[in-house]
């Protein structure tokens, strides 16, 4: 079965500095996508970043990587010189094969960070 | 500008209501998903439809059902409401076209049953 385990319910971290949330998968599938969403208090799900199995590169977004190990099954997210307006609900999320056309995304549970001044 | 919006913000209902909650895309999308979230469970998929009158059944279908009459509108229908519906719901849309298909997603319906 597919799975996407964020292990930190919540983290905090200082105004500029880097900061690493955490995203592990388990599935069978030979190709799939791996995906970083932001949802601020407002709750609107803001699309981040985008992984394809596949890609030979880390994907980057502005100040967004993705820190992707394929052997490790694991696509943690750094966000560089974080913001105030970087606090917010971060979610992984994977499509494998078995999405197919429709795109199905399986979600973690979710990394609250809190950035301070 | 990518748009998909919910029909309200927050809604309000008694037990044993039949709800209606709405959602449009306007970027002719193929597919269309409706989530539900709550603490500590992240997003968890109702059902989704993948063209117009065709859906298939989420992870947690049971006490929903959807209804996909135009490509544009996706609806997902409480047909008895119960307070364990309680919950943030989430629709989203997708295209086939690029290759990350990421899915947008609306503002999010509250909807409280009492």
């Known amino acids: 079965a597919q799975k996407i385990t964020q292990t930190q319910p919540g983290m905090f971290v200082q105004e500029k500095e880097a900061v690493t949330l955490d995203c592990t998968y388990d599935t069978s599938d030979p190709s799939y996508g791996l995906f970083w969403y932001k949802q601020p208090s407002s709750g609107e799900m803001i699309f981040l970043i985008y992984?394809?199995?596949?890609?030979?590169q880390n994907a980057t977004e502005g100040r967004y990587s993705l820190n992707f190990q394929k052997a490790r099954k694991s696509a943690n997210l750094v966000i560089s010189a974080s913001q105030l307006g970087d606090s917010a609900m971060y979610f992984c999320?994977?499509?494998?094969?078995?999405?197919?056309?429709?795109?199905?995304?399986?979600f973690g549970t979710g990394t609250l960070l809190a950035v301070q001044p | 500008d990518v748009k998909v919006t919910q029909s309200s913000r927050y809604l309000v209902k008694r037990t044993g209501e039949k709800v209606f909650l709405e959602c449009v895309q306007d970027?002719?999308?193929?597919?269309m998903f409706w989530y539900r979230q709550d603490p500590g469970l992240g997003l968890r998929l109702i059902y989704f439809?993948?063209?117009?009158?065709?859906?298939e059944k989420g992870d947690i279908p049971e006490g929903y059902s959807v209804s996909r009459e135009k490509k544009e509108r996706f609806s997902l229908i409480l047909e008895s409401a119960s307070t364990n519906q309680t919950s943030m719901y989430l629709c989203?849309?997708?295209?086939?076209?690029?290759?990350?298909?990421?899915?947008?997603f609306g503002p999010g319906t509250r909807l409280t049953v009492l």
């Open positions: 999320a994977m499509r494998g094969v078995r999405g197919g056309a429709t795109n199905k995304l399986i």
């Open positions: 992984q394809g199995s596949y890609d030979q």
């Open positions: 439809s993948y063209d117009v009158k065709m859906k």
């Open positions: 970027m002719d999308h193929e597919n």
């Open positions: 989203a849309s997708s295209s086939l076209v690029n290759s990350a298909n990421e899915q947008f």
